[in-house]
């Protein structure tokens, strides 16, 4: 059993669809794939803990932070659109 209750056994395995397979191709829209990212955690049952960040960084760039939390486990969501973060 996988740790989001999923039989691996049993399951089928993952595709990209092709929205995500578009936005891999396409790096200019990091935020598109933020929001599919999040759009897929919610869509597994992860649910959303406290404030969702998002600030300017100067005038170069945003720095997004949320937290999830499933099931006794946290993780944290980061995403920076500075190139020299993102290397």
Do not use: C
């Not at 049993?10 to 092709?18: D, G, I, L, N």
């Not at 936005?23 to 599919?36: A, H, K, M, T």
Request: no cysteine; net charge negative; hydrophobic share 30%.
């Amino acid at each position: 059993m996988t740790h989001d209750g999923a039989d691996a056994a049993s399951s089928e395995p993952e595709t990209q669809s092709e929205s995500e397979s578009e936005s891999e191709s396409n790096p200019g829209q990091p935020r598109q794939q933020l929001d599919i990212l999040l759009s897929n955690l919610a869509a597994r049952g992860w649910k959303k803990s406290g404030a969702v960040k998002e600030v300017p960084v100067g005038d170069r760039g945003t720095y997004f932070m949320a937290t999830y939390k499933k099931q006794g486990w946290t993780l944290n969501a980061r995403h920076s659109t500075l190139s020299a973060w993102n290397q």
